[in-house]
C-alpha cells in the first residue's frame, strides 16, 4: 500500500486509515497472532502495556482490557478497550474508550487466499474525544494537518505490525 496521501480531513469525519498484506500462513495461525493482545506492547511504538479486566484472559465479543501508551508529543495516558467484534479466525476488533462512542476503533481483519492469508489492519479516529482532541482545542487553525499526521503515524505503526505479525506467522508455519 503507498503512502497515505492527503484528504483534507477534520477529526469529526471519522477518518479511516489501513494497510494489507499477505502472510504465507493459514488464517488460523495469524489469528492466534492478532487476537494476543500481549503480542502487542511487544510490536507497537506506543503501546507499553495490556491487562485482560474482569477477570477474562482471552478475547471474545463484550471483552476488556486496559492499556497503557505513550508518545512523545501526546504524553502518556491509560485506556479501556472493549471487543466490539471477535469471530475467529477473521475479525477482531475494539473501541479504545466508550464502545458506544470511542475515541478509536481498531481491527485486524483475515481472508484466506491461497495457502494463506490477506491481513489488514484499520483504524478510526474518533468520534469520542481523544488526547488528540486537546491538540485541536489548542490549535483549531490546524486541524487537518493534526488528524494527517496522526493519520501517517497510524498508518507507519500499521506496516511495522503487520510486517512483524507475518514474519512471526511464516516463521511459525
Not at 484528504?7 to 494489507?20: F, H, K, L
Request: with cysteine; hydrophobic share 40%.
Amino acid at each position: 500500500m503507498d503512502v497515505m496521501e492527503w484528504t483534507g480531513q477534520v477529526y469529526a469525519d471519522t477518518p479511516i486509515v489501513s494497510a494489507e498484506t499477505y502472510v504465507e500462513a493459514p488464517p488460523a495461525r495469524v489469528w492466534e497472532l492478532v487476537s494476543d493482545i500481549h503480542l502487542m506492547p511487544e510490536l507497537s511504538s506506543e503501546l507499553r502495556e495490556v491487562a485482560w479486566l474482569d477477570g477474562l484472559t482471552s478475547p471474545g465479543t463484550g471483552h476488556r482490557f486496559a492499556g497503557r501508551s505513550a508518545h512523545d508529543a501526546l504524553g502518556s495516558w491509560e485506556t479501556i478497550s472493549t471487543i466490539v467484534d471477535c469471530e475467529a479466525p477473521r475479525r477482531f476488533t475494539w473501541a479504545v474508550g466508550d464502545p458506544g462512542h470511542p475515541s478509536s476503533v481498531w481491527s485486524f481483519l483475515l481472508q484466506a487466499q491461497g495457502e494463506g492469508t490477506v491481513l489488514e489492519q484499520w483504524a478510526q479516529m474518533g468520534p469520542g474525544p481523544s488526547g488528540l482532541s486537546l491538540a485541536i482545542e489548542a490549535m483549531p487553525d490546524k486541524e487537518q494537518k493534526i488528524v494527517f499526521v496522526r493519520l501517517r503515524e497510524f498508518e507507519t505503526g500499521m506496516k511495522a505490525n503487520l510486517a512483524a505479525i507475518k514474519g512471526l506467522a511464516e516463521r511459525r508455519a
